[in-house]
């Protein structure tokens, strides 16, 4: 019972390179989020994909792309780091409805230099 | 502009006693509100909501109130817990948008 799966843990990366954070869920949820936390500013929404083959914009999108690659999947990508994107990233999942509460992973610490 | 706020970053309580956790917001047409409760190194988990057609909610030693007029909602914990040591969000969502908003988060510390 997996819920949702977030990978890697850590990342290290240099300014200018580039990663894709990966995120699956196996709860056959149709919705699915990207989130950031950082130290005074709570979760703040990157992405979302309201249904498979849908994504949009949320709060803070710039920098980042995403990738709905199919029901349960949802990447993150970082074209070229910044250390402004140094963070903790969070996907999360559920049923799109607002009686279904998100289901976060564990999250990606990632460190930009 | 921060839609949803939470203005104590940190909360310390003895154990027994009640702990009550704030948030304020400013968008009117947010319909649903959450709170979630997040361990260090592990993910948000869901603990509580509440509809805005409803100003009280409860689940065992946790009750949500929502004000519409003054847009505050509170968290009460009672009673607390050393284990309901926690980083507690506030999120608020509106209908059709599929968008849940997060506040910035109070610590909360029960002594034992």
């Known amino acids: 019972n997996a819920g949702v799966t977030q990978t890697p843990k850590f990342q290290v990366l240099k300014t200018g390179q580039s990663m894709t954070l990966q995120c699956a869920q196996d709860?056959?949820?149709?919705?699915m989020y990207w989130y950031r936390q950082d130290p005074g500013m709570g979760l703040r929404l990157i992405y979302y994909?309201?249904?498979?083959?849908?994504?949009d914009k949320g709060e803070v999108p710039n920098g980042y792309n995403v990738s709905r690659l199919n029901k349960r999947e949802f990447s993150l990508r970082l074209e070229s780091a910044a250390p402004s994107q140094t963070s903790v990233y969070f996907c999360a999942s559920n049923r799109k409805d607002r009686d279904s509460p998100l289901h976060f992973g564990n999250g990606t610490r990632l460190t930009v230099t | 502009d921060q839609q949803v706020k939470q203005n104590s970053p940190s909360l310390s309580v003895q154990e027994g006693r009640i702990s009550i956790l704030n948030c304020d917001y400013t968008?009117?047409?947010?319909?649903?509100f959450l709170w979630y409760k997040k361990y260090p190194a592990e993910g948000p988990t869901f603990l509580i909501s509440i509809s805005s057609i409803k100003d009280k909610n409860e689940d065992g030693r946790f009750t949500v109130f929502l004000n519409k007029s003054a847009k505050h909602l509170s968290l009460h914990i009672v009673p607390s817990q050393p284990g309901d040591s926690a980083v507690y969000f506030c999120?608020?969502?509106?209908?059709?948008?599929?968008?849940?908003?997060f506040g910035t988060g109070t610590r909360l510390k029960v002594l034992a």
């Open positions: 999120a608020a969502y509106f209908s059709g948008t599929y968008k849940y908003i």
């Open positions: 994909s309201a249904s498979e083959g849908t994504t």
């Open positions: 968008n009117s047409m947010f319909d649903y």
């Open positions: 709860m056959n949820h149709n919705s």
